[in-house]
């Protein structure tokens, strides 16, 4: 079955450590997205692709950073210079026509020790 | 300030019921409107959409009504089923593009047997 896949589920990082998080998707989309999630606050988008080798700021950019080497892959970066790091991140990707609403992974929840 | 709200952080009703989950919206040229529906450590999947040319779109027991004057939208749910309990959130678009949408903070929607 298509779909998208983010791991870990968990993850824990020590303070001035850069962190991975990966997401991984077999659903051909050309479009992929990374967002954010806070309690108490809708998805904002950090980063998205629309294509390979190509990709955008959103709304809150700053201390992450992104690549888009393979269409299936879009992994996202949260560095030291990210100040509250703590929260739930949610990728998706999208038909690059805008036919289909967006499919999003199961996230990965980010824990500051 | 956030462009689209959903004033009810939570809501409960009875199996069998009617849910009416309320959307407003601050930025006139929205003009298509999603509904997503979250489960506990799983990410959003899509629900049902409406764009401006209609005031109202309907898909089994859910229903989405758009009040552009008021900008308002509700999504209604009928009967409510126990498997219907998760956070739904509403979302907005200038168009159908992916890195455009605004999501509210969403409405847990527990559904009571």
């Known amino acids: 079955d298509g779909g998208i896949t983010q791991s870990p589920k968990y993850l824990f990082r020590k303070e001035g450590q850069n962190v991975t998080l990966s997401c991984e998707q077999n659903l051909n989309h050309d479009a992929m997205y990374w967002y954010r999630q806070d309690p108490g606050q809708g998805l904002r988008l950090i980063y998205y692709s629309q294509i390979v080798n190509d990709f955008q700021k959103g709304d809150i950019a700053e201390g992450y950073s992104v690549s888009r080497e393979k269409k299936e892959s879009f992994p996202l970066t949260v560095t030291s210079a990210q100040k509250n790091p703590t929260a739930f991140y949610l990728c998706?990707?999208?038909?690059?026509?805008?036919?289909?609403?967006?499919?999003f992974g199961d996230g990965t929840r980010l824990s500051i020790l | 300030d956030q462009q689209v709200k959903q004033n009810s952080p939570s809501l409960s009703v009875q199996e069998g019921r009617i849910s009416i989950l309320n959307c407003d919206y601050t930025?006139?040229?929205?003009?298509?409107f999603l509904w997503y529906k979250k489960y506990p450590a799983e990410g959003p999947t899509f629900l049902i959409s409406i764009s401006s040319i209609k005031d109202k779109n309907e898909d089994g027991r859910f229903t989405v009504f758009l009040n552009k004057s008021a900008k308002h939208l509700s999504l209604h749910i009928v009967p409510s089923q126990p498997g219907d309990s998760a956070v739904y959130f509403c979302a907005a678009s200038v168009d159908n593009y992916g890195q455009n949408f605004v999501f509210g903070p969403g409405t847990r929607l527990s559904v009571l047997p």
């Open positions: 998706a990707s999208e038909d690059r026509l805008g036919n289909q609403p967006q499919h």
């Open positions: 930025n006139s040229m929205f003009d298509y």
